[in-house]
């Protein structure tokens, strides 16, 4: 059975919603280039917003 990535990140950042919203930190979960998600602490940090953060994120990988 194959699952979509939209379901498994939804499903992951609601599992670990309580380890987003009680992290002093900035957390990110990375499924691929189109499926992730990030707290509002690590939103924040990049100036707000899941994109500012993930475009972030993804340049300091490369």
Avoid: K
């Amino acid at each position: 059975m194959a699952v979509e990535h939209e379901d498994v990140i939804l499903e992951l950042a609601e599992h670990l919603r309580p380890l987003f919203e009680a992290s002093p930190d900035g957390v990110y979960i990375w499924l691929d280039e189109h499926h992730s998600s990030c707290n509002e602490r690590l939103a924040n940090t990049f100036g707000g917003g899941h994109t500012v953060a993930y475009h972030f994120v993804r340049q300091v990988g490369e």
